[in-house]
């Protein structure tokens, strides 16, 4: 099994489809949005598993201490319920490596709505200016 850091580079677009037709059925992205049969994912990456309020959780999710991240999720859409032993999560995996790079690539762009997106927005904003002179 590959790393998220050996996997191919993801492209949203096709992430985007993907999502529609693997995951949106059971989840939304809008800040604020509804749940659905599993928790809605805004401000998904750098929150800690089994976190999203007004959930049910399975107990092995809230109690993973796994934090999202790039790596993490490349790993978790491989096989959930071997990445997390007890996961009440339905779903079987996505196997193609370029799948799962895709959607993480869209979920950057569009599971956006925690405080940490905002703030990773703003500092690449940041990163942008040059200076006056």
């Not at 990445?83 to 196997?95: A, D, I, L, N, S």
Request: hydrophobic content about 30%.
């Amino acid at each position: 099994m590959s790393t998220f850091v050996e996997a191919p580079a993801g492209d949203a677009q096709s992430g985007e489809k993907l999502f529609k037709s693997k995951c949106s059925f059971c989840h939304t992205l809008e800040k604020g949005g509804a749940h659905k049969m599993g928790p809605n994912l805004a401000g998904l990456l750098g929150k800690k598993a089994g976190q999203a309020a007004g959930y049910d959780y399975s107990v092995a999710n809230k109690n993973s201490e796994v934090v999202w991240s790039e790596d993490t999720l490349y790993e978790y859409l491989l096989n959930p319920k071997e990445y997390m032993p007890g996961t009440k999560k339905p779903f079987h995996g996505v196997k193609k490596e370029q799948d799962r790079a895709d959607l993480i690539a869209y979920l950057k762009k569009n599971a956006k709505g925690s405080e940490d997106a905002k703030l990773s927005e703003a500092g690449q904003q940041r990163l942008e200016l040059k200076p006056l002179r």
